[in-house]
T-cell receptor, first 114, second 112 residues
């Protein structure tokens, strides 16, 4: 199994500012995933982050708004840039085990933009 | 129409009751995941199954690939089972990679 921690656990931010969310895994993983869960909605994949390459973004998400770093096999960051109230969500990082059989999720970062 | 649909959206039960949550999907899959999300937002993977049935403690998950339907059952429900239960299925993106598509979740409240 993999244990994932995220920082911060929650934050309240002003419109127009940026927030960087950190995701730390206790083991080396190839692929890390960033999800967004808007209030009352299902989880939506923002991007897939592989170490050593550019993140792959899903339709509707762009690098300028959600830049991602993946400096090594245990760590990634997601930045929510130029925030608006519509960015208020829970942001979760996730990893797969080496077989691709299990998904492990971080505890989430609850973001409120005022 | 959502690719993954769950029912019911909300479910309230008395402690001890047998609970069933359903998931229907329209995309082709290799396996289906059941997840539990606690009020704080953290998510725990309960099951991944591609056929038949799996059991873990009081939780049982079944899947019918032909009918594209899965159920999550909780026997002898307890207030600590109160959470949002989410099913998710993998699908292939236009880029050729695999991603999970999630249902909106079923909010379960078990009263003592």
């Amino acid at each position: 199994s993999a244990v994932i921690s995220q920082k911060p656990s929650r934050d309240i931010c002003q419109r127009g500012t940026s927030l960087t969310i950190q995701c730390q895994v206790d083991s080396q993983v190839t692929m890390m995933f960033w999800y967004r869960q808007q209030p009352g909605q299902s989880l939506t994949l923002i991007a897939t982050a592989n170490q050593g390459s550019e993140a792959t973004y899903e339709s509707g998400f762009v690098i300028d708004k959600f830049p991602i770093s993946r400096p090594n096999l245990t760590f990634s960051t997601l930045t929510v840039s130029n925030m608006s109230p519509e960015d208020s969500s829970i942001y979760l990082c996730s990893v797969e085990d080496w077989r691709g059989a299990e998904q492990y999720f971080g505890p989430g970062t609850r973001l409120t933009v005022t | 129409k959502n690719e993954v649909e769950q029912s019911p959206q909300n479910l309230t039960a008395q402690e001890g009751e047998f609970i069933t949550i359903n998931c229907s999907y329209s995309v082709g899959i290799s396996a289906l995941h059941w997840l539990q999300q606690h009020p704080g937002g953290g998510i725990v993977s309960l099951f991944m199954l591609s056929s038949g049935k799996k059991k873990h403690g009081r939780l049982i998950a079944t899947i019918n690939i032909q009918e594209k339907h899965s159920s999550l059952h909780i026997t002898a429900s307890h207030p600590r089972d109160s959470a949002v239960y989410i099913c998710a299925v993998p699908m292939i993106t236009q880029g050729g990679s695999e991603k999970l598509v999630f249902g909106k979740g079923t909010k379960l409240t078990v009263n003592p």
